[in-house]
């Protein structure tokens, strides 16, 4: 009989380190507004968000910031409330963009900028700044390119432009307008 005793008293212990364990797990999970984590629910939130990015040899890229972002984890996406998006470039210019929202595409390569979306192109020797105004702006920086589905303000020093879409190529400098496009070009003033 003490044979057998001998033998109940491990699996007793498994048993109770068993439930334990289970216990600790549902203790330590985040609790959720119904008490389930979903795949709709973010994976962090980060407050005050800054990121700089740098090419392989340590030169500045771009620089990324925004009140809050929040990352999901079902869906890679990344969500973030007033972006400030810089381009830097010494070729191009420095290009300054700034959004209510902006998506942040699971691969990281589009960026998705809507409400009163605001683009300034510094001034440089011999081109002036220039400011572009639309509701919606796909940024899709590894590839230097700005689109803009939808309508766009444009206006610098020489030219008020009016557009139905844009695309814009950064490493060429150069803008492909669509729809009905009104331009008005201004005099220089001496």
């Known amino acids: 009989m003490n044979a057998r005793g001998s033998l109940w008293l491990p699996l007793v212990v498994l048993l109770l380190l068993a439930a334990l364990s289970y216990w ?64 830097l470039s010494t070729e191009t210019g420095e ?20 409400g009163d979306v605001r683009v300034v192109r510094a001034a440089r020797p011999g081109q002036s700044a220039m400011t572009l105004r639309t509701a919606r702006l796909l940024a899709y920086p590894e590839s230097d390119l700005l689109r803009a589905p939808g309508p766009v303000d444009i206006h610098d020093d020489t030219l008020d432009m009016r557009a139905g879409g844009m695309t814009y190529y950064a490493k060429r400098r150069s803008i492909e307008l669509s729809g009905r496009v009104k331009a008005t070009y201004l005099s220089r003033k001496s």
């Open 95 to 114: 290009i300054d963009t700034t959004a209510r929202q902006a998506t942040v595409s699971a691969e990281g390569d589009e960026i998705d900028l809507q």
């Open 24 to 87: 600790i797990e549902r203790a330590v999970q985040a609790p959720s507004a119904n008490g389930q984590v979903t795949k709709t629910s973010p994976e962090g939130i980060m407050e005050n968000f800054e990121a700089l990015r740098t090419d392989m040899t340590g030169k500045p890229q771009y620089r990324l910031s925004a009140t809050r972002l929040k990352h999901y984890t079902g869906t890679k996406r990344t969500e973030m409330e007033s972006p400030h998006f810089i381009q």
